[in-house]
């Protein structure tokens, strides 16, 4: 498997542009999250989902963040507008059915986000 | 969901054993500790994962004492390639809450010659 795809790698956008960032889960995986690393906050959970359904997103810093799971391979998450301050590294990760895991979080190599 | 406290960062020399402790004083019954390392402009790579006395793989230990509030995560002859950041993780994985499972500051590791 190729394990855990984001895309893009990196991006540069101007304040008050929209970002979307993707992410390919491992095939089969039922859980999906999102995290953001600063070096200020460290690696933060925003999100995950379970089966396409989000189940916590107490992380999502505000209203100009959301995050979307059309179906089992393919996942978003969007800023609008994006901010300075949304600047960091953006990562997704993806967990197989938990009773068969130890709970092993599988990340992708994360998305840099730059806004100007 | 327990609270992990390690240390910032850690130096060692190649060859050396690397020893990272992380207190969890209050860790619950069903909680489990696991370990993460991320190596730079990449995402944490799972190491080890145990619920008490002693978990071994092919990259590391993992010591837990009886009363589990705290463990130790064993590197052994560590080499350049193991500078990284290290995350100590504690929660239950029994529940549908274990995907909020947050990283904390993590333990810089810093290897040389």
């Known amino acids: 498997d190729a394990g855990v795809i984001q895309s893009p790698r990196h991006e540069v956008t101007e304040m008050g542009q929209e970002v979307t960032l993707r992410c390919k889960p491992i095939?089969?995986?039922?859980?999906l999250f999102w995290y953001r690393q600063t070096m200020m906050r460290g690696l933060e959970l925003l999100i995950y989902?379970?089966?396409?359904?989000?189940?916590?997103d107490s992380g999502m810093p505000e209203d100009r963040f959301s995050a979307k799971m059309p179906n089992a391979s393919f996942s978003t998450l969007k800023i609008q507008p994006s901010e300075p301050r949304d600047s960091a590294v953006y990562f997704c990760?993806?967990?197989?059915?938990?009773?068969?895991?130890?709970?092993?979080?599988?990340f992708g190599e994360g998305s840099r986000l730059t806004v100007l | 969901l327990a609270k992990t406290t390690q240390p910032i960062s850690m130096d060692s020399y190649e060859g050396q054993e690397v020893n990272i402790t992380c207190s969890h004083n209050?860790?619950?019954?069903?909680?489990?500790i696991t370990w993460y390392q991320q190596f730079p402009s990449q995402g944490p790579r799972f190491i080890i994962q145990?619920?008490?006395t002693k978990v071994t793989n092919e990259v590391a230990s993992l010591f837990i004492p009886a009363d589990r509030k705290s463990s130790t995560l064993s590197l052994p002859r560590v080499s350049l390639s193991d500078t990284a950041v290290y995350y100590c993780?504690?929660?239950?994985?029994?529940?549908?809450?274990?995907?909020?499972?947050?990283f904390g500051a993590g333990t810089q590791v810093v290897v040389t010659p």
């Open positions: 990760a993806s967990s197989p059915e938990r009773r068969s895991n130890t709970g092993e979080l599988f």
């Open positions: 095939s089969g995986h039922d859980y």
């Open positions: 989902f379970n089966n396409n359904v989000p189940i916590d």
């Open positions: 209050n860790i619950a019954t069903n909680d489990y």
């Open positions: 145990g619920y008490k």
């Open positions: 993780l504690v929660g239950d994985m029994t529940t549908d809450s274990w995907g909020k499972l947050q």
